[in-house]
């Protein structure tokens, strides 16, 4: 079986941490022995002060290295998002089903890793070629751009068209049926996490490596700096924590426009001696992370079912964390970490006093974490496998 991915959201060589988790998901089926090549378009984005336009022309038209071959055909961005998206899709569309058509061999199906842009970009191209088309949706769409006047009609259409959508959560899946989507073509697929690679590491030394006393409490954020991640919130709810446990540092794992914001927040509410920014690290320095951590803390406004979830369970890290999107189908309350309510730093902060108090519940909150991604089985091999089976059902 020969499966084309599209997927814009994907690492590359400017950017490694862009989307790994589509990058796992396409290595865990190519494993299973699925002929893979994968789309990822780049945009020719226009020369706007603060938008990475430099790089995207540096790479290659073609990439063969790897576990699967990757071509980055470009189309036209045109910003501010929330205006013109629709408009960039049609560019995707345009430009992608024409270099596809010149470069690539018809395969057996399409699988997008985004409704939008990249189901959405994919219709004509599967309609052409009289091959499914398969989406995944994340959780950005369905929650957020569905929501746009401009975008309404196109994601509507684009989940219509759809041979099968594959939703991350029970929460999207409820969603996609709520907007009409036939219940025979929706499946809940999560994503994994490789529990071989994600698990603590018990080195006394690491905390040293960091420059961090080993006397010291470390709570952890790992993803974007950007204001969907509620990290305002977590912000305001540091200095509670501080006035009980001063020998506390927050460690923010990450890249994202909110840097310079956060950062000047930190300092007006003199807590930055107590804030480190780590920026984005690889996978081997993260497990260093989770493993010296105490708690990992997701204030989040929107999600799917979050990656960063799954990567610190494995690592027997408890987790406090808001209840949006499927989180609560990963977290249970008093189990495995907290769920609380958005918005709310007085509880975001009751809830790390709670842990950072109690060594005994945060143990075994922590080994209730990996154990429940055993029992559901989110792992990358299972998630291949259900992905693998819907092919075949489709096909």
């Known amino acids: 079986m020969k499966v084309l991915m599209?997927?814009?959201?994907?690492?590359?060589?400017?950017?490694?941490?862009?989307?790994?988790f589509i990058e796992r998901s396409i290595n865990?089926?190519?494993?299973?022995?699925?002929?893979v090549e994968a789309i990822i378009p780049r945009p020719h984005v226009l020369p706007i002060k603060g938008l990475p336009h430099s790089y995207f022309s540096k790479l290659p038209s073609k990439d063969e290295s790897g576990a699967y071959t990757k071509y980055y055909p470009r189309y036209f961005y045109f910003p501010p998002k929330r205006l013109f998206y629709g408009l960039s899709g049609n560019s995707y569309a345009k430009n992608v089903t024409k270099f596809a058509k010149k470069n690539i061999e018809i395969p057996d199906v399409i699988h997008a890793h985004h409704v939008f842009m990249d189901g959405y970009g994919m219709l004509k191209l599967s309609k052409e070629w009289d091959i499914p088309l398969i989406m995944v949706e994340h959780g950005t769409i369905l929650k957020e751009i569905l929501n746009w006047k401009s975008m309404h009609n196109k994601i509507i259409k684009t989940l219509d068209a759809a041979d099968h959508i594959m939703c991350v959560s029970e929460d999207l899946f409820s969603i996609a049926l709520a907007h009409g989507v036939d219940e025979e073509k929706v499946s809940l697929v999560p994503i994994g996490v490789d529990i071989d690679v994600f698990k603590k590491r018990d080195d006394e030394n690491l905390k040293e490596l960091f420059g961090i006393d080993s006397d010291v409490k470390i709570i952890l954020y790992?993803?974007?700096l950007v204001p969907k991640k509620g990290l305002n919130y977590l912000i305001n709810a540091i200095p509670q924590v501080l006035d009980k446990h001063n020998k506390t540092c927050f460690i923010f794992v990450g890249y994202g426009p909110q840097r310079e914001y956060l950062t000047k927040l930190c300092v007006d509410k003199n807590i930055q001696s107590n804030i480190i920014f780590v920026g984005g690290v690889g996978s081997e320095r993260l497990i260093d992370w989770y493993s010296i951590a105490d708690i990992l803390v997701l204030p989040s406004l929107s999600?799917?079912?979050?990656?960063?979830?799954?990567?610190?369970m494995a690592c027997e890290l408890p987790v406090i964390a808001t209840d949006v999107g499927g989180v609560s189908e990963q977290v249970e309350n008093g189990y495995n970490g907290f769920v609380i309510k958005p918005r709310d730093s007085h509880a975001l902060a009751d809830s790390i006093i709670n842990l950072l108090e109690n060594d005994d519940l945060r143990k075994d909150m922590g080994e209730n974490c990996r154990k429940r991604i055993i029992e559901q089985g989110w792992t990358w091999d299972n998630h291949a496998k259900n992905v693998i089976e819907i092919y075949k059902r489709v096909l």
């Open 303 to 312: 999600e799917g079912r979050p990656t960063v979830i799954y990567e610190a």
């Open 6 to 20: 599209a997927c814009q959201n994907h690492p590359d060589e400017y950017n490694p941490y862009w989307g790994t």
């Open 28 to 35: 865990s089926i190519v494993k299973e022995g699925i002929d």
């Open 222 to 224: 790992v993803g974007q």
